[in-house]
Each structure stands twice: as structure tokens, then as C-alpha cells.
């Protein structure tokens, strides 16, 4: 089975800019979960969606959004992007049994300048 | 907020030898945990997990233990290689949700 897929794997953008970042799911895997790597502040967790529908949601500003399709594909957006926006965003994927399970991609390398 | 959070923030050990990565954690409601390891650009990856009516599981290599008096967790390697070199992350969560809360993590190195 093929893994956890997020594309594009590196990304530089300007401050002010805006970007989307997609992850495509382990097939049979309906709940993606975002999360944002950096080392000051470690793995934190962004939102999670399930069925289309935002299930969960971390402690971010509304500058951080997201959205999943019918084929459990999802995607998150960040707008007016900021310097602290720099990081590692890890999108996992989890089985229909075993909601805790999670399985991550290899991310998504975003550099604000 | 409540957190989980590692002891060490990096460990190194000798080929072959046992290595023991330790983690704390303060939410009381969490039931799930789980160990991750992390590679130099690559994504986290499952090692071994335990729910909170067990206090050890045992996987290939790998132990967990899991005491919820003090709230405590920890990951044993058996023989360690240099392949295990890498960080490692404990985190937590409660089997009626889906949210993680990861440690800082932990460097492992191991010298040849």
C-alpha cells in the first residue's frame, strides 16, 4: 500500500504571499490530520478533518485553514504568509478502525523569506 | 496548555548497548500513547504504541512502559544500531478523539 504522499516537498514563498500545501491519504484512510514542525516549538497540531468535515482544530490563527475531498484528499492554506510561518508541515492519515493510529507523510518544507 | 515532555533532549550509546528514552506527560485524560521516530527528512514513523490499561508492551526490539501513577512513559531499544540513530517523540492522545500531543523528542546517537 502505497504511503502517505504530500506535494509539493519544498516550497519558498515571500511574506504576505499565500500557499496550499495537498496530502493524499493512505487509500482507505478517510481522517487526515495536519501538523507544523518547527524547532522552537516542536509538532503541533493544526486541524484535523474527517468525511469532508473539520473534526478538529489546534490553536492556530484563522490565517491557517484547510478542506478535504470526497476522495479524503485534503489541503491546507495559509494566508498573508509571516517569517514565523517557516517550517515543516506534516500531514498524517489514520485508518477507519483505529482513529489514533497516525500515519505521516514526509512533508512539506516551507521557507518564508 | 497541557503538554508531554521529554526528560532529555539528547542521548547517545554505544552500538549494541540497551537505550532508554524517557518521556513525561500531564494530561490526565490522555489513554493512548504513542513512540515515534524521526529521521533527518522524513516524516514521523510509528514505532509502537500502548493504551493506559496496559503498562508494557513489547514489540520487535522495542518495549514501552507506561506508568500512569507518575505519569510516565518510556521507550526501550534491545541492541541498538547505528539505523536507530534519529529522534524520537513520544506523544499522547485519547482513543475518543484524534489529536496528538507530541513531546519536544529526544536525539538519539548511536556510535559505532
Known amino acids: 500500500k502505497a504511503g502517505v504522499t504530500q506535494t509539493p516537498r519544498y516550497l519558498i514563498k515571500t511574506r504576505g504571499q499565500q500557499v496550499t500545501l495537498s496530502c493524499s491519504p493512505i487509500?482507505?484512510?478517510?481522517?487526515v490530520s495536519w501538523y507544523q514542525q518547527t524547532p522552537g516549538q516542536g509538532l503541533q497540531f493544526l486541524f484535523e478533518?474527517?468525511?469532508?468535515?473539520?473534526?478538529n482544530k489546534g490553536n492556530f490563527p484563522g490565517r491557517f485553514s484547510g478542506r478535504q475531498f470526497s476522495n479524503s484528499r485534503s489541503e491546507m492554506n495559509v494566508s498573508t504568509l509571516e517569517l514565523g510561518d517557516s517550517a515543516l508541515y506534516l500531514c498524517a492519515s489514520s485508518p477507519p478502525d483505529s482513529y489514533n493510529e497516525q500515519f505521516f507523510g514526509p512533508g512539506t518544507r516551507l521557507t518564508v523569506l | 496548555g497541557e503538554s508531554v515532555g521529554l526528560h532529555l533532549p539528547t542521548l547517545s550509546v554505544q552500538e549494541g548497548d540497551n537505550s532508554i528514552i524517557n518521556c513525561a506527560y500531564s494530561?490526565?485524560?490522555?489513554?493512548?500513547f504513542i513512540w515515534y521516530k524521526q529521521e533527518s527528512g522524513k516524516g514521523p514513523q510509528f514505532i509502537i504504541d500502548?493504551?493506559?490499561?496496559?503498562d508494557k508492551r513489547q514489540g520487535q526490539r522495542v518495549t514501552v512502559l507506561l506508568n500512569k501513577t507518575v505519569k510516565h512513559l518510556s521507550l526501550q531499544i534491545a541492541a541498538t544500531q547505528p539505523g536507530d540513530s534519529a529522534v524520537y517523540f513520544c506523544?499522547?492522545?485519547?482513543?475518543?478523539?484524534?489529536?496528538?500531543?507530541f513531546g519536544e523528542g529526544t536525539q538519539l546517537t548511536v556510535n559505532p
Open positions: 494530561n490526565s485524560a490522555s489513554d493512548y
Open positions: 478533518y474527517f468525511s469532508e468535515t473539520q473534526r
Open positions: 506523544a499522547e492522545g485519547e482513543t475518543s478523539g484524534s489529536r496528538l500531543t
Open positions: 487509500s482507505g484512510h478517510r481522517s
Open positions: 500502548i493504551r493506559s490499561n496496559m
